[in-house]
């Protein structure tokens, strides 16, 4: 399958300040990049649709000010959780697929998590 | 409105137990897929299977398989002689055709823990 990247794995950082998170997908390019967040012990949460050079679609209750999805080009999305507080704390899940159709299989990052001190 | 149940929120086997693990569904749409992917405690979803609504032969690779029953909207998941690597959760996941958007729906998951 194709290989999805995220960086950082792990983050801790005090309230207040912003945390970005890249998803790449190295061997192929991605139209379409979802961003799920999984609090513990609990199921993904879809976050964000975004596509390629558009904004991106936020589902219902996700702040889209504070968590603001960039998809600058076919192999990088980036989601930066602004002034962060203990309660953003969570496994923040990317995948990439071709496109945004359901056939389309998605590809998931490995998760970053996230500590707000 | 789409849904997926998964109601055994924990499973817990004995080494070489077969075990089945229930994935219910809900939606309108006569197109979908229907995916199930294994989280390991390092937290990377892997892929296990797709399967699309028209295809309802039951498939099997290796140690698993999986029962796809339309008239009971149910897309059930076994393992047989389960191994303690097996341990993991499990998520079973929908995406429709008609919304065009690639959204996965994702059960609740249902951990799974062998034990040797």
């Not at chain 2, 729906?105 to 249902?110: A, E």
Request: glycine residues 6%; proline residues 3%.
């Amino acid at each position: 399958g194709a290989v999805v990247s995220q960086h950082p794995s792990r983050v801790i950082c005090k309230s207040g300040t912003s945390v970005k998170i890249e998803c790449r997908s190295l061997d192929f390019q991605a139209t379409t990049m979802f961003w799920y967040r999984q609090f513990p012990k609990q199921s993904l949460m879809l976050m964000a649709t975004s596509n390629e050079g558009s904004k991106a679609t936020y589902e219902q209750g996700v702040e889209k000010d504070k968590f603001l999805i960039n998809h600058a080009s076919l192999t990088l999305s980036t989601l930066t959780v602004t002034s962060a507080h203990p309660e953003d704390s969570s496994f923040y899940i990317c995948s990439a697929s071709l496109s945004g159709y359901s056939y389309n299989e998605q590809f998931f990052g490995p998760g970053t998590r996230l500590t707000v001190l | 409105a789409q849904k997926v149940t998964q109601a055994q929120t924990e499973i817990s086997v004995v080494e070489k137990e077969d075990v089945t693990l229930d994935c219910v569904y809900e939606t309108r749409d006569t197109t979908y897929y229907l995916f199930w992917y294994k989280q390991p405690p390092s937290g990377e979803l892997v892929f296990l299977i797709r399967r699309n609504s028209f295809d309802e032969q039951n498939e099997i690779s290796g140690r698993y398989s999986w029962n796809f029953q339309k008239s009971t909207s149910s897309f059930n998941f076994t393992i047989t002689a389960s191994q303690v690597v097996d341990s993991a959760v499990y998520f079973c996941a929908l995406s429709e055709a008609q919304s065009n958007t690639g959204k996965l729906i994702f059960g609740q998951g249902t951990t799974l823990q062998v034990k040797p």
